[in-house]
């Protein structure tokens, strides 16, 4: 195997296979993509509302997670974990997407302290065309729930030029509020004080190799230039963080939180050993987990996953990389 150095290898064992949690209902996809564009938020088409899930005996609770890292929220938020789930993900106006919250009725909402005045792009959605159909669908009705302009990747410079001065004109509108609201922070912020009641050891997840970098002081939030500069960790991240921060500074030890690698993370929840449904592309087979990445790079693309098969004419061997890998467990 070419990437042998780079690899974790299976030692014959197949731990995956007696986890009591292994259902045929409970599969989870192994899918890496990278999205660096913004406003990442809107970006995540393929996810469902979660709303988080603080469990009364849990230890620890992960409150804070770089979305672009789709199995690994997929994990996270598979229902099939014993800790605590503070993150949530919002996709209609009724979950709270593109909703504000006031501490007092005619104050501002938190986006002025979070997000300040500086998050016009929110109102511009532009679609790359990779995208499948039922994906652009998806990102359109989302636009339509937070009011922003759409526009395709290869549109001409004119109409991007149009549809970026319809977008500055509804951000204008609206008070200069991030378009996808500010709700979702204050129900996080409920999350997280209910996990700290029950003593819960938080856990902040970054991005490879970056462990604690990135992070902006909550009085800077408004200020900083952008939060999506791709540093450490997601830019909703960077908000939730300094608040952390804050917290921790203000209240005591309570809040003290573990910064941990995304990397540590994914090889937790996708053992070596496991039996997985792999796609090679044409077809899914039933295989076996032989190679994680040592490290997952920054860019998904450059991580390899090696699988298997278990069919027992062709012992079928592929890797594919962190972009592309497409497993779930059988
Ligand atoms: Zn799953
Ligand atoms: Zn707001």
């Given at each position: 195997?070419?990437?042998?150095n780079d690899?974790?290898?299976a030692?014959g064992?197949a731990r995956?296979?007696?986890?009591?949690?292994?259902?045929?209902?409970?599969?989870?996809?192994l899918?890496?993509?990278?999205?660096?564009?913004?406003?990442?938020?809107?970006?995540r088409?393929?996810y469902?509302?979660?709303?988080g899930?603080?469990?009364?005996?849990?230890?620890?609770?992960y409150v804070?997670?770089?979305g672009?890292?789709?199995?690994?929220?997929?994990?996270?938020?598979?229902?099939?974990?014993?800790y605590?789930v503070a993150?949530?993900?919002?996709?209609?106006?009724?979950?709270?997407?593109?909703?504000?919250?006031?501490?007092?009725?005619?104050?501002?909402?938190?986006c002025?302290t979070?997000?300040?005045?500086?998050?016009?792009?929110?109102?511009?959605?532009?679609?790359?065309?990779?995208l499948t159909?039922?994906?652009?669908?998806r990102?359109?009705?989302?636009?339509?729930?937070?009011?922003?302009?759409?526009?395709r990747e290869d549109?001409t410079?004119?109409?991007?030029?149009?549809?970026?001065?319809?977008?500055?004109?509804t951000?204008?509108?609206?008070?200069?509020?991030?378009?996808?609201?500010?709700?979702?922070?204050?129900d996080?912020?409920?999350?997280?004080?209910?996990?700290?009641?029950?003593?819960?050891?938080?856990?902040?997840?970054?991005?490879?190799?970056?462990?604690?970098?990135?992070?902006?002081?909550w009085e800077?939030?408004?200020?900083?230039?952008d939060?999506?500069?791709?540093?450490?960790?997601?830019?909703?991240?960077?908000?939730?963080?300094?608040?952390?921060?804050?917290?921790w500074?203000?209240?005591?030890?309570?809040?003290?939180?573990?910064?941990?690698?995304?990397?540590?993370?994914?090889?937790?929840?996708?053992?070596?050993?496991?039996?997985?449904?792999?796609?090679?592309?044409?077809?899914?087979?039933?295989?076996?987990?032989?190679?994680?990445?040592?490290?997952?790079?920054?860019?998904?693309?450059?991580?390899?996953?090696v699988?298997?098969?278990?069919?027992s004419?062709?012992?079928?061997?592929?890797?594919?990389?962190?972009?592309?890998?497409?497993?779930?467990?059988?």
């Amino acid at each position: 195997m070419e990437e042998e150095n780079d690899m974790d290898q299976a030692h014959g064992s197949a731990r995956g296979t007696s986890k009591p949690w292994k259902k045929h209902e409970d599969r989870c996809h192994l899918r890496f993509t990278a999205r660096t564009n913004k406003p990442f938020i809107l970006e995540r088409s393929e996810y469902e509302t979660y709303r988080g899930h603080i469990r009364e005996g849990a230890e620890e609770c992960y409150v804070s997670f770089p979305g672009r890292y789709v199995s690994g929220w997929d994990a996270l938020t598979s229902e099939r974990q014993n800790y605590s789930v503070a993150c949530l993900f919002l996709c209609t106006p009724e979950d709270g997407l593109g909703q504000h919250y006031r501490e007092e009725a005619s104050g501002p909402c938190l986006c002025h302290t979070i997000y300040g005045e500086r998050s016009f792009f929110s109102y511009l959605l532009v679609l790359p065309g990779t995208l499948t159909d039922d994906e652009v669908t998806r990102r359109r009705e989302i636009a339509k729930h937070v009011k922003a302009v759409v526009i395709r990747e290869d549109a001409t410079p004119e109409a991007r030029q149009l549809a970026e001065e319809e977008a500055r004109k509804t951000w204008n509108e609206n008070g200069r509020v991030a378009s996808w609201g500010c709700q979702g922070f204050q129900d996080w912020k409920e999350n997280v004080e209910e996990a700290v009641k029950l003593k819960q050891r938080l856990k902040v997840v970054f991005f490879p190799g970056q462990v604690g970098q990135g992070k902006v002081a909550w009085e800077d939030l408004r200020h900083e230039l952008d939060l999506w500069d791709d540093i450490g960790c997601e830019g909703d991240q960077k908000c939730e963080i300094a608040y952390l921060d804050k917290m921790w500074k203000e209240k005591g030890d309570d809040w003290a939180y573990d910064s941990v690698d995304v990397t540590d993370f994914l090889k937790d929840e996708f053992k070596v050993g496991g039996d997985v449904d792999a796609f090679d592309g044409q077809q899914w087979w039933n295989g076996t987990l032989l190679g994680v990445p040592k490290t997952v790079p920054k860019d998904p693309r450059d991580a390899k996953w090696v699988v298997q098969s278990q069919d027992s004419k062709s012992r079928k061997l592929w890797s594919s990389s962190s972009q592309t890998a497409r497993l779930r467990w059988q």
